[in-house]
């Protein structure tokens, strides 16, 4: 019996590759304890996860991975611990997927007049469930033979900044982290590497702000950190009295190299994580 544990992964509600009952599965022969799903701004994933989970003996908790405003790109923050129903906290989500699917036609009419044109029908078949993104996009110039691979897609087109990019309109963090706490929950700033501020001081300024306003952890252990990435970030979260979290972002074979419960094979995240996390949720329920 193992306490490792992942508090980041995605199925086909989002961009991940698996059904909620497949990830599950993996989760289990894996020999995790407990698995987070953490889907892009959307919980629809959990009750058949859960329902797998208590089939199959691993515990699963309902996550979410919200994009929030951030310039030039976007923020990710993971909630945990929260009530999927509570009110203000589903209408965060339907903004957050109106900001999606604002976002995702300009992409596509960008696309057109880079001369590789897709029709959002293609795009939407490519996904699973509500939430479509780049990587649903990415896949659809695959199938028509524009690119070899999604990888080629980012690197070509849809990366940000890049010639496809739109930046998506969205919520504010700090109303991210009220809405979460008021839903009960706790928030997670993922993959902190990926905001890509410029020098350890600004960095700390732009996590300092998030932690003023509730933010509850970070994800030190990540397959896009490092070890130099783990050590500053580890020192961060120390320094600011934040969780040290981490996860796989396991995403199928969306992200063939990387493996749930392991990410790259450095990342290895304990039962006591969770309970830590949980001990900042705003509001236990029972
Ligand atoms: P979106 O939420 O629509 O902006 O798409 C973001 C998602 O695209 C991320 O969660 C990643 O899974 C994926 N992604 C972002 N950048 C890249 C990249 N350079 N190569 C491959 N996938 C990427
Ligand atoms: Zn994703
Ligand atoms: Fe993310
Ligand atoms: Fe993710």
Known sequence: MTDRIDLHAHTRHSDGSLEPAALVRLAAETGLAALAVTDHDTTAGFPAAAEAGT??????????????????????LLAYGFDRREPRFMELLAETRGGRNRRNPRIVARLEELGVPVTMEEVRAESGGEVVGRPHIARAMVRRG?????????????RDGGPAYVA????????????????????????????????????????GDLAAAGLGGMEVMHPSHGSEDRAFFQALADRLGLVASGGSDFHGDTKPDVRLGSGKGDVDVRYATWEALRARCAARSA
Not at 57 to 73: D, H, M
Not at 146 to 158: E, I
Not at 168 to 194: F, M, N, Y
């Open 55 to 76: 089939a199959l003996g691993v515990e699963i908790l309902c996550g979410v991975e919200i994009s929030a405003r951030f310039p030039a790109r976007a923020m990710h």
């Open 146 to 158: 524009y690119v070899p691979d999604t990888r080629a897609a980012f690197s070509q087109y849809l």
């Open 168 to 207: 998506t309109e969205s919520v504010e963090p700090a109303e991210v982290i009220a809405v979460v706490q008021r839903a009960g929950g706790v928030v997670v700033l993922a993959h902190p590497k990926q905001l890509r501020v410029e020098g350890p001081a600004a960095l700390e300024a732009v996590v």
